[in-house]
């Protein structure tokens, strides 16, 4: 499908200098949008990593979300009524094209650092593979080079889910939402991580116990219920299809040829509990960048540790940034 037209919401903190060497270009995961202050506290803000007073921070909602890029619930102007289920399919790789007239806009002409963690870690990949030039630093934060079968089989799962909803053929913007609350509560198991579960939500110790009783039952309802406050179905569904796309060497000869085409100095992160993108992806990105170092830190909270763990992140980052290690990946082995 051709668009006829297309749009993007961004949000940008700080000021781009004289000198255009400060960029900084934050790539958002799944359900988040463009205001990493906002869903990355830790790392963006006055006095830290990322400051505003030193860097121009740059972050795009990827279209396909609701937070303001084009959308399944913006009109189709071939029929001017919402897209609904005929939005266009976009592929991590198409998101990245989409932001190229964006970055000229703003007068961008090299990026001083990419950072972006799952589905935004992807993208960020995607981009420093067309442009291999573009980008000086990049950090990949637990994600992958193409989306591995064990991940497709969740949001397959996921996407079951709101198919099964009564509600999701309508063409209304609240179709499929009960669909997605359950989505999200298979969701958040491959998130998150047994401890998370054990010390967070606890089992009761008192009757009666069962679904809505239980520490675990109804924390998983509530996420279910606090997504569909802020998100849709349709952009969930979009999205998810997109990341099950994912794969950096399409098209260009296998993943370790388009890896091996990347420029900047790579740091690859990945968490040591995450299920969802476990660390033999991260390893096997490290292995195939030119030059790349690869760090694994511990969380609590599996995948989800990306978004939380802000000291070890912003820890990493400045220790390689002042070359304070060196390569270790380039000693291991690949099957």
Not at 142 to 155: C, E, L, V
Not at 192 to 199: C, G, I, N, S
Not at 273 to 300: C, M, R, V
Request: hydrophobic letters at 40%; charged letters at 20%.
């Amino acid at each position: 499908m051709i668009l006829p037209q297309y749009h993007l919401a961004y949000t940008t903190h700080g000021k781009l200098n004289h000198e255009k060497d400060n960029v900084v270009w934050v790539f958002h995961a799944l359900t988040a949008n463009s205001d990493p202050a906002e869903w990355w506290p830790g790392l963006v803000g006055e006095g830290k990593l990322f400051d505003p007073s030193k860097y121009f921070i740059v972050c795009v909602n990827m279209p396909g979300s609701c937070y303001g890029s084009i959308g399944p619930l913006d009109n189709n102007p071939q029929t001017n009524e919402p897209y609904y289920h005929d939005f266009p399919f976009f592929t991590t790789r198409d998101m990245v094209r989409a932001y190229k007239p964006l970055k000229t806009f703003l007068g961008i002409d090299k990026i001083h650092i990419g950072i972006g963690g799952s589905m935004g870690g992807q993208q960020l990949l995607e981009w420093a593979i067309e442009e291999p030039e573009l980008f000086e630093y990049i950090f990949p934060v637990a994600t992958n080079a193409q989306h591995s079968p064990w991940a497709i089989a969740f949001n397959v799962a996921q996407r079951m889910s709101i198919e099964a909803d009564g509600t999701w053929k309508d063409k209304n913007p609240l179709a499929g939402i009960q669909g997605m609350k359950a989505a999200r509560a298979t969701a958040l198991i491959s998130y998150r991580h047994y401890d998370t579960y054990l010390q967070a939500q606890p089992r009761s110790i008192t009757f009666p116990f069962g679904d809505g009783w239980d520490g675990a039952a109804s924390y998983q309802r509530y996420q279910g219920e606090k997504l569909a406050q802020r998100f849709n179905a349709f952009s969930y569904y979009a999205l998810s299809q997109g990341m099950d796309a994912h794969n950096v060497g399409r098209g260009r000869g296998s993943m370790e040829k388009a890896l091996q085409q990347i420029k900047a100095k790579a740091l690859v992160i990945g968490i040591e509990t995450d299920i969802l993108f476990p660390l033999q992806e991260q390893q096997f990105i490290a292995t195939h960048i030119p030059h790349a170092d690869y760090k694994a830190i511990y969380s609590n909270f599996g995948h989800d540790g990306f978004l939380l763990e802000f000291d070890a992140i912003s820890n990493l980052v400045e220790d390689f940034m002042q070359k304070k290690f060196v390569t270790r990946i380039a000693k291991m082995k690949t099957s």
